[in-house]
Nanobody, 127 residues
Framework: QAQLVESGGGAVQAGGSLRLSCAASGRTFSSYAMGWFRQSPGKEREFVAT????????YYADSVKGRFTISRDNAKNTMYLQMNNLNAEDTAVYYCAAATSYCGFLHCTQEPQYDYWGQGTQVTVSS
């Protein structure tokens, strides 16, 4: 069983930046892709960004494109989400997830494609 642990959340003013981390541990970890999702109060969880573990290929939701950057350190089994120019609409609990199977030709953007989830980390942006 793999475990995912997020860190780096917190409170920041609009226009500020945060960097989230997601560390994978447990049995030998082998992931096809990892991703970030978020859930705001009263809303469904939504896709934010994903990265293919071997190639580093990335894909972003339109709402964060140009502001967020997803990356990974294969040696450390850790994924990151650099979030810049944050606004109030980015306030949410952010979850990291790992997909162990091929998602098809397109990137892994759907929740059922992910097998492991972290516990979430709160990001609060004040205007």
């Amino acid at each position: 069983q793999a475990q995912l642990v997020e860190s780096g959340g917190g409170a920041v003013q609009a226009g500020g930046s945060l960097r989230l981390s997601c560390a994978a541990s447990g049995r030998t970890f082998s992931s096809y892709a990892m991703g970030w999702f978020r859930q705001s109060p009263g809303k469904e969880r939504e896709f934010v960004a994903t990265i293919r573990w071997r190639t580093g290929s990335t894909y972003y939701a339109d709402s964060v494109k140009g502001r967020f950057t997803i990356s990974r350190d294969n040696a450390k089994n850790t994924m990151y989400l650099q979030m810049n120019n944050l606004n109030a609409e980015d306030t949410a609990v952010y979850y990291c997830a790992a997909a162990t199977s091929y998602c098809g030709f397109l990137h892994c953007t759907q929740e059922p494609q992910y097998d492991y989830w972290g516990q979430g980390t709160q990001v609060t942006v004040s205007s």
